[in-house]
């Protein structure tokens, strides 16, 4: 390869792994583009943490033509180990040196690091060249170590990794660590953001600690429908964002009302049913994707399907599939669950509920959905339950 061609392909990989904004396919993405770049049969990463590498991504042809892909990935196990010069990940980060080994097997003995072979002997696997390079970030801090296994030839022969990839492989591990930090970033920055609307859903919900949990599972069981009525993985978790704001107009229905342990009056339930319209006000006119569908879940995740539920009377497919999807949540862990008012149903009766309200309160297709994730719902079911 020439090294204008090296050139394009390097920035065609930049701008690749700039485009990944979820870190574990970001991880991957950039072992598998390492690997192509240098003819690699293997790659792993690891990224650091404190005073450790964690080891978090590995690929390797050989195992996975020998023993296909399943078997290839569980013989790798997330772990740890210190950084020091102990271990050849643990050297790189530490020094902020490349390494390329002809022969990890002829180390000699004035090197300052190991080689384990445990790895190779467990899976009857040859490790020789190696490239091990830093990944250097734009702040000049070591996040990772990127460790490329074995150059292969055409027909098979494993050489020495090439000196001219050293250079271009080095700029290639800062790119992708700038792209490592932002991925970081923008999912810290996410997590945040989900912490902050389940506070603020909590708040507006029962003011009491088993809303905490009833916004865990009906967020959760929102996005398991969406992801069985063929929903994107994007939209998806879309319903985990935007799902727990379903109730936030529940901040301007009275305490008297929204806590009071007996049956209510037909004008509290009058005012119990504003918060729709107070949800919707509260969330409207926002620029923010997730805050206008979040308006729309607020206005509509009381309608029935047959045309009689409230604020708008809306019925059928006028009703927002976002709507639809929390109505069925809402009420599924409405029913399983305990309330100020009353005690958790039996699963079994529960499940008849929703059968017989299928096609009057409830979307049947929604429904269907619900039933083909429904071991997944109870995964859910069974990891927030109430104490």
Known sequence: MDEKRKMDELINIGIALASEKKLDKLLEKIVEEARRFTNADAGSLYLTEGNFVRFVVSQNDTLRKRYGEQKEKSGYLSFTMPISRENIAGYVASTGRLLNIEDVYELGSDVDFKFNKSFDISNNFRTKSMLVVPM????????????????????????????????????LASQAAVAVKMAKYRESLKASNIEMIERLSIAAEYRDED???????????????????????EEVEMMLFTAPMHDIGKLGVPDSI????????????????????????????SQHEIIRRAEVIAISHHEKWNGKGYPKGLAGEDIPIEGRVVALADVFDALSSKRCYKPAFPLEKVIDIIKKDTGTHFDPSVTDAFFRGFDEIMEVYNSYKEV
Request: avoid cysteine; glycine fraction near 6%.
């Open 258 to 285: 929204l806590l009071k342990p007996a049956k209510l009056t037909d004008e509290e339930f009058e005012e119990i049913k504003k918060h729709t319209i107070y949800g919707a006000k509260i969330l409207a006119g």
């Open 136 to 171: 250097i970030d734009d702040d000049k801090q070591v996040v990772g170590v990127l460790q490329l296994i074995n150059s292969m030839e055409e027909d098979g022969e494993i050489v020495a990794f090439k000196g001219d990839y050293e250079k271009l492989t080095f700029s």
């Open 211 to 233: 809303t905490a949990l009833h916004i865990k599972r009906m967020k959760n069981y929102s996005a398991i429908i969406a992801k069985h009525l063929g929903f994107s993985e």
